[in-house]
């Protein structure tokens, strides 16, 4: 004799589910973990590429007058173009000045959100993503005033 479908209870059929949904939990989370952590990578990809442009454009400058304002919007158009806010790049020249020979060193703080997701946006303070980098004045520069003592030897 053959059991004919209708005629099994259906006993056991919700037991299961919970697992199911627990593992799409997993995933969901998963996936958020492993995309705040590429956030906090492309950051701070993006601070270096704003700093290296910051001072490389002040060392570059025509005259120190200008070297500031050139130097934030290189690293405002790094961060545009990394796909993001240069509203909160927070660039700081740390040291150097615009003169033969001195060393000038930008750091560049980009706030990372904790959680960010497309549909509901940003939360939490998160982390901050720093970069530094530095770059030489000319010595043999035309516009700068004094002697080249670092390009003797």
């Known amino acids: 004799m053959t059991a004919r479908l209708d005629e099994r209870g259906e006993a056991g059929q919700v037991g299961g589910v919970e697992a199911v949904i627990f ?12 995309a705040n952590a590429w956030g906090v990578i492309d950051a701070k990809l993006a601070a270096a590429a704003a700093a290296r442009e910051a001072a490389r454009a ?51 703080r980009y706030p990372v959100p904790l959680i960010s997701i497309p549909v509901l946006g940003r939360a939490g303070t998160g982390f901050v993503a720093r970069a530094r ?3 030489v004045v000319d010595p043999y520069r035309r516009s700068l005033p004094g002697g080249a003592s670092c390009a003797t030897g």
């Not at 799409?24 to 989370?29: A, K, P, S, T």
């Open 23 to 34: 593992g799409v939990l997993i995933l969901v989370m998963g996936t958020l973990v492993i």
């Open 133 to 135: 980098h530095s770059e």
């Open 58 to 108: 002040y060392v570059e400058s025509p005259d120190a007058s200008s070297a500031g304002a050139l130097a934030e919007a290189a690293a405002a158009e790094a961060m545009t173009g990394h796909g993001r806010s240069a509203d909160r790049l927070d660039l700081t020249l740390v040291s150097g000045g615009f003169a033969r020979c001195s060393r000038v060193v930008f750091e560049a």
